[in-house]
């Protein structure tokens, strides 16, 4: 499987408009390469250098969805909930919320990890899962994996 988005290259950088310095709304995603037994997709976007990358003390995330549709093939720029591919469902973000949440580091350059999962199931309703729970009710499903990095520091 493979992730990329036209945003930003692997462990490129993820202009301001993605972040709380710009317009703070997602960057467009594509994907393929999910295997046809795939029968769910999920995505987490966290940060593992918070809050500083010298001395990093948590994760933090940014993004969570599931139960994404395996026949979808992308997310547009700016996907609010209501344009999410049918059946997609929303976790919370470290912010306590649902939705995308971008890059707003306190300091130095983060690494902002976006993680793709194909499942061998459609989860059940989760409500709003933690990054935790999710990853939790994925465990033993994962078929194939994609990952793509990009950087942000603030000026």
């Not at 918070?50 to 549709?69: C, E, F, G, Q, R």
Request: hydrophobic fraction near 40%; include cysteine.
């Amino acid at each position: 499987m493979t992730l990329s988005s036209p945003a930003f290259g692997h462990n490129g950088n993820i202009p301001q408009a993605y972040t709380c310095d710009g317009r703070n709304v997602s960057p467009a995603l594509a994907w393929d390469g999910v295997p046809a037994s795939a029968r769910s997709v999920a995505l987490i976007v966290d940060d593992p250098d918070a809050p500083d990358p010298a001395a990093p003390k948590m994760t933090w995330v940014h993004w969570v969805l599931y139960n994404i549709p395996p026949a979808a093939t992308g997310l547009p720029e700016g996907v609010a909930a209501r344009d999410l591919p049918a059946g997609t469902r929303e976790g919370l973000n470290d912010w306590k919320r649902s939705g995308y949440g971008g890059p707003c580091p306190p300091i130095g350059r983060h690494r902002y990890f976006h993680k793709l999962y194909a499942l061998d199931v459609v989860l059940p309703d989760l409500g709003r899962p933690t990054k935790a729970a999710l990853e939790k009710a994925m465990a033993g499903h994962i078929l194939a994996r994609a990952e793509r990095v990009g950087t942000y520091q603030r000026r």
